[in-house]
């Protein structure tokens, strides 16, 4: 099963999330088979971490949770918050298999929230090549259509919103991303 992970830096923790770098790495690490994409989102400036993404098939949601919250950096305060759900690849590869590589061009975290019948749930041809993660979010049991995580190059935030249908969302994040791991 697949799920997306988002854990969102509570203000001021920037002091302690680069204490525990290298325990977050080593922890992710134990994960490296499993994870399709990770990598920190930042501020407005391109340089504050504001959170961790983490797409990652495991067997079950207990294993989703535990991977979730056993996580250093939530363990010790880090993070405010974890947006966790049962997510649907798409795209069907990971982002170390995306032809755009890992540095050329901009990279967003695109979250589009809504409810009722789902939208975007087929990759769109017209971005399909800049797309490095794509799919549904889903409720716990993955009946439930709850949204949609893109990772996705783009020449600015507004060319990345624009992979999500316009108007068919109740609430639209983007957020400047870049691919994370070990170099």
Not at 45 to 67: K, N, Q, W, Y
């Amino acid at each position: 099963m697949e799920f997306f992970c988002y854990h969102r830096d509570r203000p001021g923790s920037l002091a302690l999330r680069r204490q525990l770098g290298e325990a977050h790495w080593a922890y992710m690490d134990r994960y490296e088979a499993e994870l399709i994409a990770r990598g920190p989102t930042f501020a407005a400036d391109g340089e504050t971490p504001t959170g961790s993404v983490h797409i990652v098939d495991l067997p079950d949601a207990t294993a989703a949770r535990a991977f979730a919250f056993d996580e250093p950096n939530y363990q010790a305060g880090v993070y405010r918050d974890v947006l966790l759900r049962r997510w649907r690849n798409l795209l069907g590869r990971t982002m170390w298999e995306f032809p755009g590589g890992r540095t050329d061009g901009q990279r967003y975290l695109v979250l589009g929230f809504g409810s009722g019948d789902g939208v975007d749930l087929d990759v769109p041809d017209a971005v399909r090549d800049e797309l490095i993660a794509y799919g549904p979010l889903l409720s716990d049991d993955g009946a439930v259509w709850v949204g949609t995580a893109a990772l996705v190059r783009a020449a600015d935030a507004e060319a990345a919103r624009a992979v999500l249908t316009s108007g068919q969302y109740a609430e639209v994040e983007v957020h400047d991303w870049e691919f994370g791991g070990r170099r």
